[in-house]
């Protein structure tokens, strides 16, 4: 029961993030505009000609601008604006450190994910509600004959845009060089939020050589961005055995750069174990397709 409850927990600070930290929006149209020489200002156009543009901006007020000066000009999403700050979309929205939520990736967008240097997936949206991974631990590289591999078809329903969704799919493995059928996991999740902080509550039921487990593994996770490039992760799972309940908590960190981010923290098994055991987990995620 000491699992259950800390799952319990989890979760309700998951919503508490999610509520604390809602955005109002403005009716403002903000431009970004980035010159030759890669200064950047964020403002409102006041007017624009063929020579020259007056953008107004909350630190050095009105500024003239020549039209030819100007590299990149785009418009701002309200809900990218935090501060003074713009915020970018988050690049990992539809997954936690390993297990994926109601967010689905967007057509032709994807990423590669390389945890511990031996377990590598990449994942795509075939189209935006629908995406594939495929994953693998090469051990053939290192003269195994036996290779472990895995596909992941899952889907997306976005029942409130930005705020509430479903998804749903199959993990199925198997290791290539045995006589050994697939075994995995069918899934669905809810996941309640914003791309940026949101709570994920996932079921799901195990199977092995056509036989299906008869109680579910219980997945709580929660996401929350604290600054433009910081995230706090937390990923849980529930699983029971009978009369036997155990469990696993985390806690990790998620730091984004242009075209890489690196997910880093611990997971601690909950249970009979007899001792406080930390599994450290790092993760290299290098992301693709996205405009």
């Known amino acids: 029961m000491k699992a259950l409850h800390l799952l319990i927990l989890s979760a309700f600070c998951c919503l508490l993030w999610t509520q604390t930290h809602a955005q109002t929006a403005d009716s403002t149209i903000l431009w970004r505009i980035v010159t030759t020489d890669d200064n950047e200002y964020i403002g409102e156009v006041l007017s624009r000609d063929s020579e020259t543009l007056q953008l107004q901006t ?11 000066d100007i590299r ?17 979309e988050n690049p990992q929205a539809t997954r936690y450190l390993w297990n994926t939520n109601g967010y689905g990736i967007r057509q032709g967008e994807g990423y590669y994910q390389n945890i511990w240097v031996l377990f590598n997936q990449v ?26 591999v895995w596909v992941i078809p899952k889907f997306s329903i976005p029942v409130v845009k930005d705020k ?88 990790a960190g998620r730091t984004v750069w242009d075209g890489i981010s690196l997910d880093y923290g611990g ?25």
């Open 267 to 291: 997971f601690v098994p909950l249970g009979d174990v007899g001792t406080v055991i930390v599994l450290p987990w790092l993760s290299l995620i290098i992301p693709f397709g996205q405009k």
């Open 123 to 148: 994942s795509i949206g075939v189209v935006d509600h629908f995406s594939v991974s495929l994953g693998t631990v090469p051990l053939f590289l290192f003269g195994g004959l036996e290779t472990p």
């Open 72 to 88: 990149v000009m785009e418009q701002v999403n309200q809900q990218q604006m935090v501060g003074e700050e713009i915020w970018l």
């Open 58 to 68: 909350d630190r050095l007020g009105v500024l003239t601008i020549r039209v030819r």
């Open 164 to 251: 509430f969704n479903l998804g749903g799919g199959i993990l199925a493995a198997t290791v290539v060089g045995l006589q050994e059928g697939w075994a995995g996991v069918a899934f669905g999740s809810a996941t309640y939020g914003s791309r940026d902080r949101n709570v994920n509550f996932g079921l799901g039921y195990g199977f092995a050589d056509g036989n299906w487990s008869n109680t579910p593994v219980i997945t709580i996770s929660g996401m929350h961005r604290y600054s433009r490039r910081g995230y706090i992760l937390t990923e849980n799972y529930l699983f029971g055995f009978g009369d036997f309940t155990a469990g696993i908590i985390s806690v």
